[in-house]
């Protein structure tokens, strides 16, 4: 395989045996906070992500199809040996032509959204109606496109402006594709006493069909909250590295790099914190996850190299 990309978490590789080529995405342990990754990394976030990912994918499958060829790679699927190193946090996929549009959906307010709203009563140049708090609930999830800008940072534009850049027809179609994953992911975190507040999609193409790719519905791509702590006006409990963001500001770091060292203590509360999200909207261990990968990477392997 040929290296082709690393993102702040992720490692991708060409599977150069298949035609067309397959890609190999490996989510590592390393965990980013204010765009700059930290020295240490989160015993297990990279399988958690990746089995996460997966069941979503699983999940909304009759919405859309998405870039998955194996979940659980075997070494068919890779056309050689799962490095130890790689399995229950990697997967194959088809490559596609990614839309450069993140399709983000919100149903709560937060973050970005929340600090436009504040200034200008909008959010993506939605208008909102008055009165809402941080977390509060908006009146039905919307669609909030953004693009990365020439600095490489991500820039929330209108569905107008998306609409310009990308043409109509296929903006209203992810708009339509991402509210519709976005609902079948919230109703599956509810289940489980989980607040799904926004997330991110990336859709590409591949021989005129449109793809769900990237991951779906992770805590790195999503704010998930705790439903019974949840109210309006108050900072929510998270599922995600908000335990980290808050150690960070502790210590007066200027956030450029390198960034602090980390108390054991952040690492395994972040480790916790992923691994309790996924088990409980999944209703699975996270064992079971790792035995399955386990199972498939093993899968005739003794016929390679023989
Ligand atoms: N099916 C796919 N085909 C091609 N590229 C993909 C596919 N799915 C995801 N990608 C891209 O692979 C990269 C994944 O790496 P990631 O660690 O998320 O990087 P980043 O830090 O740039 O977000 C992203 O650039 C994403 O757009
Ligand atoms: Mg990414």
Redesign the pocket.
């Known amino acids: 395989m040929r290296h082709v990309?690393s993102?702040?978490?992720?490692d991708?590789y060409e599977l150069e045996s298949f035609d067309p080529p397959r890609?190999l995405?490996v989510a590592s342990d390393r965990v980013s906070a204010f765009d700059v990754v930290m020295a240490e990394k989160v015993a297990g976030k990279g399988q958690i992500l990746t089995a996460m990912s997966c069941w979503f994918m699983d999940l909304t499958s009759d919405i859309v199809p998405n870039?998955l060829v194996e979940a659980l790679p075997t070494p068919a699927g890779v056309g050689e040996p799962i490095a130890p190193d790689f399995v229950g946090r990697s997967v194959v996929?088809?490559?596609?032509q990614?839309v450069e549009l993140e399709c983000i959906v919100r149903g709560h307010l937060a973050g970005s959204a929340f600090k436009e709203y504040v200034a200008q009563g909008t959010v993506h140049g939605h208008p909102l109606p008055s009165g809402l708090q941080l977390a509060s609930p908006l009146p039905e999830p919307i669609f909030c496109p953004s693009i990365k800008n020439a600095v490489g940072h991500d820039e929330n534009i209108s569905v107008e402006r998306a609409r310009e850049m990308f043409g109509a027809e296929l903006v209203d179609r992810l708009a339509q594709t991402s509210l519709a994953v976005f609902a079948r992911g919230s109703e599956a975190a509810a289940k489980a006493g989980i607040v799904l507040a926004d997330t991110k999609f990336?859709f590409?193409h591949l021989e005129g069909e449109l793809l769900l790719?990237?991951e779906v519905l992770t805590p790195d791509s999503s704010r998930f909250w705790e439903a019974d702590a949840l109210e309006p006006g108050r900072e929510p409990v998270q599922f995600d590295k908000q335990p980290l963001r808050d150690y960070l500001e502790s210590t007066g770091w200027d956030k450029t790099p390198p960034p602090p060292a980390l108390p054991g203590e952040v690492l395994d509360t972040l480790a916790a914190r992923y691994r309790s999200v996924y088990e409980r909207i999944t209703g699975m261990p996270f064992e079971d996850w790792l035995a399955r990968a386990e199972a498939a990477a093993s899968t005739g392997a003794a016929s390679f190299g023989d």
């Open positions: 990309y993102g702040k978490v992720r991708v890609l995405m870039h996929t088809r490559r596609a990614m990336e590409g790719c990237d």
